[in-house]
Every structure is written in structure tokens, then in C-alpha cells.
């Protein structure tokens, strides 16, 4: 069950895509629309983050994150081809899942974490959450309305 709304989110660091450490209080003052997905290149996935990258209007003065199991060199190759410059993949790699457990979105059967989105505001608080099963997609409409609500 993932992290309830009204909720501190939890501050983590992981590489990004590039090898670099990145860690989500560093946003703070900005609004964070942090998706955890299943899988890079897979079907589900790759419509998420082509929609988000083709349409990056919604989500301009926010910090758009992805994190999923996947080393940051599959997240290199998935950036680069999703061409979603606007997003910073984080490879929640080793320990595989400690992110993704802390925000309580780990299929451990699986090996994988699920498909959830949070919705954070300037504050680091959680404004919205929407978790799907892996083979659904979020409700895009809704979350990006909550993100609205947390730009100046």
C-alpha cells in the first residue's frame, strides 16, 4: 500500500542515469512528480514516459522523476530513446528496491516495484498518490491537476 496523502515524503539519494547522486530534498521549493514503474522498455512503461516527454507543458516548473530496478545504464538507453530530457531516471538498483520499499511499492514476489505515482509540493509533502497494478497506467488528468495545484 503505498505512502498515505498529507504525508512527509521520504528523502532518498540514487544515481541517476548519468551515475550522478541525486537525492529528493534537493527539490525542495519545487514541486516533484515522482514515478515509480516497473520496468524500463517495457510496453506499459514506454507509453507513460513518451507521453510525459512528448508533452512536457503539464509538468514545466516541477521535477519530473522516474525510478525503477533498472541499472543507469538501461536508463541511459531508456532516456535517450523515450527523448524525455524532462525526466530524471533514478535506478533504484542496489540495494534493489530500498527506495521503492520505503515508499511501499515493492512487489517482492516480483523482484520489481509497482506502478505508483506521487504528487510532492515545494514542502516535500505528498498531495497525491495514484497506484495502479504494473499493467495499468496512473490517471494522468488527475495527477497533473494536483501537480498544478502545487506551482507558484
Known sequence: MALEIGTEAPDFTLADSNGDEITLSQFRGQPVYLNFYPLAF???????????????????????????????FT??????QMKANNVHFLADFHPKGDVAKLYDVWLDQAGISGRCTYVIDANGVIVDVDEVPPLETPDADRLIASLGTCKA
Do not use: N, Q, R
Not at 64 to 72: A, H, L, N, P, T
Not at 75 to 80: H, I, M, R, T, Y
Open 42 to 72: 517495457s510496453p506499459v512503461c514506454t507509453d507513460w514516459f513518451t507521453a510525459i516527454a512528448a508533452d512536457g507543458s503539464p509538468y514545466e516548473g516541477a521535477v519530473v522523476i522516474g525510478i525503477s530496478v533498472d541499472s543507469k
Open 75 to 80: 536508463l541511459a538507453a531508456f532516456k535517450e
